[in-house]
């Protein structure tokens, strides 16, 4: 049974930064791509970045440049390092492991808002 814990989320000024952590719990971290999503009110969920089982990256392009995702197999953690926050990096953060595209399990999110 895999579970999903994320952390790291707040309140921060225009600029700031944040860093968002997800442990994962069960067998197939090591094995699995993860990645972290971002839904803002009243829009769908989108995916921020990806890293696969081996450490390759993938950004939307809303992130490129100033969010960095990174894994420690060892301790099932996945990290999502955010700086120069934006307002419109407000939303709920989730962290999913996918299984294979179109199944995954998520977490149960964490809230990140971007205001003075």
């Known amino acids: 049974q895999v579970q999903l814990v994320e952390s790291g989320g707040g309140l921060v000024q225009p600029g700031g930064s944040l860093r968002l952590s997800c442990v994962a719990s069960?067998?197939?971290?090591?094995?699995?791509?993860m990645a972290w999503y971002r839904q803002a009110p009243g829009e769908q969920r989108e995916l921020v970045a990806y890293?696969?089982?081996?450490?390759?990256?993938n950004y939307a392009d809303s992130g490129k440049g100033r969010f960095t995702i990174s894994r420690d197999n060892a301790k099932k953690v996945v990290d999502l390092q955010m700086n120069s926050l934006k307002p419109e990096d407000t939303g709920v953060y989730y962290c999913?492991?996918?299984?294979?595209?179109?199944?995954?399990?998520w977490g149960q999110g964490t809230q990140v808002t971007v205001s003075s």
């Open positions: 999913e492991l996918i299984v294979r595209p179109g199944q995954g399990y």
């Open positions: 069960g067998s197939i971290f090591g094995i699995s791509t």
């Open positions: 890293i696969t089982s081996s450490g390759n990256t």
